[in-house]
C-alpha cells in the first residue's frame, strides 16, 4: 500500500473523476442515465460532468470537495464520493445536483427528461439528512485486490468523522446487479436495509438495474 | 409587476410538475412539504419556470432558492415590467 497516496481531489482531477462517474453510473451495464435520459452522447455528457464539477458546488456527488483521489506514479488510480447529506444547512443533495443538470444540460435535455421520468421514479431513493453518502466509487482494475478499497473506506470515514464527530451512519445506493461493489460493501459491515424497484420493463433501456439497495454501515449508536 | 400574477402561474406549474391539484403556494414552503418534490421533478419544476416565464436561471440564483418565496421573488427580479400574459 506505500506506494498509493490518497488525497483529496484538486481541480487537475475533473477530467478523472468524470471518467470516474461514468464509470460509476454505468455499474456493471453499458447504460449511463446522463445519456439516456437526457438525450446527450457520452463525449457531450463527459464535458458537462467536467462543467457541472467546475461549477464547485459543495454538498453533492457532483461537489469536488465530495471527492478523494488515489495516486499511483503520480496518476490517478482511483475515485470516490461522499458527503455528508444536508451538513452546514446544506440543500439536499438531489436537489443541489437537479439544480447543476438543469443549469449545464439544457432546456432541450429537460424536455426529454419530461418525456422518462416516469420510467425510473420507482427507485429514487431519498437521502437522510446528516448522514455519509457514499456514492461513486471506482478503482481502475490493474489495481482492485491490492487492498485499495479498504484503505479508501477507512480514508472516507476519518474524513467524515473528523469534520462531524456526531456521524452514526454512512449510506449507500446501489443497483442490485452491482455485485462486486455489494460484496466490497458487505466485507466492509455494509447491511442492505431496503430495495427499491421497478416494475415497468423499460428500465432496463435506461438505467443499469430495476431494482436499486439501500445499503447502510453503522457507525456509531447512540 | 404583479406578483398574484406570478404566484398563479407557478401554482399551476407546481401543481402539474408534481402531480398535485391541491398544492397551495405559501411563502416558506419547500421541497420537504411537497410529496413529489424529487430531483427529477425538482429539474422539471425549474424548466417549467424558466420556459413559462421566459428566464433563464444563473447556478448561482438557484442556489439560493431556500422556499416559494425566494422563487417567487426571484422570478419577480428577472420579469419585473414584462406583460406575462
Sequence with gaps: ?222 | MDRPLIIEKLTRIFRTVFNDEAIVLRDDLTANDVANWDSLTHMMMIGEVEKDFSVKFKLKELGKLEDVKSLIDLIESKVGGQRLL
Excluded at chain 1, 26 to 41: A, I
Excluded at chain 1, 69 to 88: D, L, M, N, Q, Y
Design chain 1, 1 to 222: 500500500m506505500n506506494e498509493y497516496l490518497i488525497r483529496k481531489a484538486i481541480a487537475a482531477d475533473i477530467p478523472f473523476l468524470a471518467d470516474v462517474v461514468i464509470a460509476s453510473e454505468k455499474g456493471m451495464s453499458d447504460r449511463l442515465s446522463f445519456t439516456t435520459l437526457f438525450n446527450k452522447s457520452e463525449e457531450e455528457t463527459k464535458k458537462l460532468i467536467i462543467q457541472m464539477f467546475e461549477e464547485e458546488i459543495d454538498g453533492c456527488e457532483l461537489s469536488l470537495s465530495s471527492f478523494i483521489v488515489t495516486e499511483f506514479e503520480g496518476k490517478p488510480v482511483s475515485g470516490s464520493g461522499a458527503w455528508i447529506e444536508c451538513f452546514h444547512e446544506n440543500m439536499q443533495s438531489g436537489i443541489l445536483k437537479s439544480n447543476l443538470i438543469s443549469y449545464t444540460f439544457g432546456k432541450e435535455s429537460i424536455e426529454y427528461l419530461k418525456t422518462k421520468s416516469h420510467i425510473v421514479k420507482d427507485v429514487l431513493i431519498d437521502r437522510e439528512p446528516m448522514t455519509l453518502q457514499l456514492e461513486y466509487f471506482h478503482i481502475k482494475d490493474e489495481h482492485l485486490g491490492k487492498g485499495l478499497d479498504a484503505a479508501l473506506m477507512e480514508r472516507i470515514e476519518q474524513n467524515a468523522l473528523a469534520e462531524y464527530p456526531e456521524l452514526k451512519k454512512v449510506q449507500c445506493q446501489i443497483f442490485k446487479n452491482s455485485v462486486f461493489s455489494i460484496k466490497i460493501l458487505l466485507r466492509h459491515g455494509f447491511k442492505i436495509v431496503g430495495s427499491y424497484k421497478s416494475g415497468n420493463e423499460e428500465i432496463f433501456d435506461y438505467l443499469p438495474y430495476n431494482e436499486k439497495l439501500l445499503m447502510e454501515k453503522i457507525l456509531k449508536t447512540d
